[in-house]
Every structure is written in C-alpha cells, then in structure tokens.
C-alpha cells in the first residue's frame, strides 16, 4: 500500500502524527514553536523517527522546506474560542494566514485543518481554507472525540484535496474504553490548597466532577489550562482523602488516547501539552482517509 509523505506544523506533542503514522502516513517533519512541545517529541523517538524542529512558521519560507504530498496544520485555536468572547478577542488570528501562504505556494496533493468549532465563525478563516483554486474541501464540525474515547472533544476538521473525494464519517467504536479503563490504581497526584478550596465551595465556579462508576461516563474537554488549575476538572475517587481529585498525568494522556510508553515528564506543565494535543484516535481516522484517498 502506498504511504503519502506529510508534513505538520503547531504539531505540538505529536497526537495528530501519531495517529496518522498508525493509520499509515509517511511523516517525514514536524514544527512547533513551543521548545517544550518539541522536547517531548524527541524524547519519544520510538515515534517520532523523523525530524522534528522548533521554529515559527512566520520565519519559514515555504520552497526552503521539504514538499510533501500532505500538509497538516492544527493552528492555535484560542482566538476561536467562545472564551475569546468574555474578552472581545474576535480578531482572528495570523497565523492561519502562514499556514495558508505554505498550502498557496506548495500545492499539496491534500490539505488536512484541525480546529475547534468555533473557526466556522470567522468568515475570512473558513474561505481561506475552502475556496482555494483547485481544490475540493470536505469540512466536518463537530468530529466528537467521544467516537472512540471516554472525553468530549468537539472539533472542526477540513480536508481539501486536488481530486474529488467522499470522505468517511467516523462512527463511536464498539468497545470503546470505559472512563474506568483510563484510571489509575495509585495515581500520583498533585492536591494543592486551592483545590481543596474549591471543593469546599470557596470559589464561585463549581468543578466539573465525573463519576466513573456511571453507565456512559465521559469527562470533560481535556485543557491546557489545567496545567494552571487543577481544580476545574475533578474525578470521584473512594480512595481519595476527600472522594474527589484531579487526574493525574497519565489518566489526562490516555483520555487523549496517548499510549502508556509515550513519555510525558511528571511536571505540571505536562498538562498543557496533553490539553493542546489532537486526539490520537482523531488524528487515525483523518489518517485513514488519507490512505484511502492516495490509495
């Protein structure tokens, strides 16, 4: 079977290249600004064979770079947030107008854009990437990470391709991990004061609890800001002090479907990786697409 070649760029932590890897997508680099984002990424080198850089798209010319037959761009979304709102940050962002420019002149056979839904929004954004001249552009908002793993994720994907193409809709997998297959036995986890707090009802905003032990348990959206608060998001755990905690690092990576032998350091900051990662299960199906299109 034939491997198209591809190339990401904000590839953050690499849930997305894995996942196109396991479908099996050639990658050949990835790009991230954020040193610690690549960091990891090299350190995982059972995955990530490749090379793996750390620049700013906005310094990179495109006709410098290797041209692949697949361009991924997974952009920083926080300017489509609805949170931008409470801040009146409606202004879009310029970096979707550098991936555009290296789509414009490289002219991949395929184009693949992961974003939240709130992209659809921002009119300039969306016929940016859909009306380039010849090209066909499947969009699909919402693809749910909850298809295949006990977290809701809503995203917007965008596929253009030179060739018209009918692109599968993924469907929730039979046997799909329980929210109780993720935990931990004896979780390492951090419990600051201000946890505490929160649970007490110190703070006006109440935190999300799940319940695993519930039919059809699902968390919430894993975020990068839990790496700053980890009282937003908490599981119920009888073994707890106080019958809730926040997850541990490991439970927050499988909700992201990472495997258990991808190494993410015992650090805080580790959460904010994980929270602005593609789902691996996410980035297969837009990879198996991939295969099916080149194939």
């Not at 649970?199 to 695993?212: A, C, E, Q, S």
């Not at 994980?274 to 099916?292: C, D, F, L, R, S």
């Amino acid at each position: 079977m034939y491997r198209p070649t591809a190339k990401g760029y904000f590839s953050g932590c690499g849930g997305m290249e894995i996942g196109l890897m396991q479908a099996g997508v050639n990658i050949i680099q990835s790009l991230d600004l954020d040193i610690e984002a690549t960091t990891c990424m090299k350190a995982n080198k059972k995955y990530f064979a490749h090379e793996v850089l750390t620049k700013n798209i906005k310094d990179i010319t495109v006709l410098e770079q290797p041209q692949t037959e697949i361009i991924v761009g997974t952009y920083p979304c926080n300017k489509y947030s609805p949170v931008s709102d409470v801040h009146g940050a409606r202004t879009g962002d310029d970096l979707f107008l550098h991936f555009f420019r290296h789509i414009a002149i490289a002219r991949p056979e395929m184009y693949i854009v992961e974003n939240v839904p709130g992209m659809k929004k921002f009119k300039v954004v969306m016929e940016a990437m859909t009306k380039l001249p010849d090209y066909y552009v499947n969009v699909f908002c919402p693809v749910d990470a909850a298809n295949w793993l006990p977290q809701r994720r809503k995203r917007l994907i965008l596929i253009g391709t030179r060739k018209p193409f009918s692109v599968s809709l993924p469907a929730q997998i039979r046997n799909r991990l329980r929210l109780t297959d993720i935990l931990e036995s004896n979780p390492s986890v951090e419990m600051p004061d201000y946890v505490v707090s929160r649970i007490n009802g110190r703070y006006r905003d109440k935190p999300i609890i799940v319940n695993p032990d519930l039919p059809n348990a699902i968390a919430p959206t894993c975020v990068a800001h839990y790496s700053r608060d980890l009282s937003t998001r908490l599981i119920k755990d009888k073994k707890s002090k106080f019958g809730v905690r926040p997850f541990s690092i490991r439970e927050y990576a499988r909700l992201q479907g990472f495997p258990d032998d991808f190494h993410f350091e015992e650090k805080r900051s580790s959460y904010k990786l994980i929270g602005n990662a593609v789902p691996v299960h996410m980035g297969e199906w837009i990879g198996k697409q991939a295969m099916k299109y080149f194939n």
